[in-house]
């Protein structure tokens, strides 16, 4: 019988760093979308950088960092007993670093596409900042959320390297579905590894369906 342990383990994963990504990708774009200074165009450089270093680089980096050998994971460890390398939270905080680039691209396009002219007569009419974001940047930015969310869950969801380096594979911990694939393959297993490829490929297939319906003109409710 198929062992299901890797399939939840990387809905869990995925979902976790998905609402991490979510959130910061927001947080981030409403402090920079309007900005065109020298130092954001170098700050988000440096976001962008897990989409061009190889996975296995920002593992290497990640280990580094949060290695009880180093001074960041040994105070964590000390001080909140929290331990990230081979954990599950190893893995979620793999995906959020390589996924968070997709999120906040989209999201930062988003808020920069709407009409400054829109946001301008917003506030001389009284609107508050936070009345703005919640009732003109997110609803007309919705489709470029909704498509960055599903581009970073299906990023962390295929997240190969860098869990390895961080999470490693321990099967019932923290073995991810690309993890369980890579090593049924090492173990001749290569049928069971083939069920896991479909299932991957079906929901890539999925997320790809999805996004062309959103960019296409019949499905659009609200420009944006």
């Known amino acids: 019988m198929l062992d299901l342990t890797p399939f939840w383990i990387s809905l869990r994963v995925a979902l976790i760093s998905t609402i991490i990504v979510v959130i910061l990708s927001i947080i981030c774009a409403s402090a920079l979308y309007h900005r065109h200074q020298k130092w954001v165009k170098v700050l988000e450089s440096f976001m962008f950088l897990p989409i061009v270093l190889p996975p296995t680089v920002m593992g290497f980096l990640l280990l580094i960092v949060f290695s009880v050998d180093g001074w960041f994971g040994q105070l964590l460890a000390q001080m909140f007993g929290i331990h990230v390398v081979f954990t599950v939270l190893g893995a979620v905080i793999a995906s959020v670093i390589v996924s968070f680039p997709l999120m906040y691209q989209h999201t930062v396009q988003g808020f920069r596409n709407i009409d400054p002219k829109m946001l301008n007569t917003a506030r001389t009419m ?16 919705k489709r470029a959320l909704i ?13 190969f390297g860098a869990t390895l380096m961080v999470a490693g594979y321990i099967p019932g911990k923290t073995n991810t ?18 069920i896991w490829v479909l299932v991957l490929v ?3 297939i999925s997320i790809i369906g999805i996004m062309n319906m959103l ?5 659009r409710g609200v420009k944006s």
Do not use: C, H, N
């Open 147 to 159: 498509s960055g969310t599903m581009l970073a869950f299906a990023r962390a969801i295929g997240e």
């Open 126 to 141: 009284g609107a508050s900042e936070r009345k703005i974001f919640f009732k003109i940047l997110i609803p007309l930015s």
């Open 177 to 194: 579905l690309p993890l369980e694939i890579y090593f049924l393959v090492q173990q001749g297993r290569e049928s069971q590894a083939w």
């Open 215 to 219: 960019t296409d003109d019949r499905f």
């Open 202 to 204: 079906a929901f890539s």
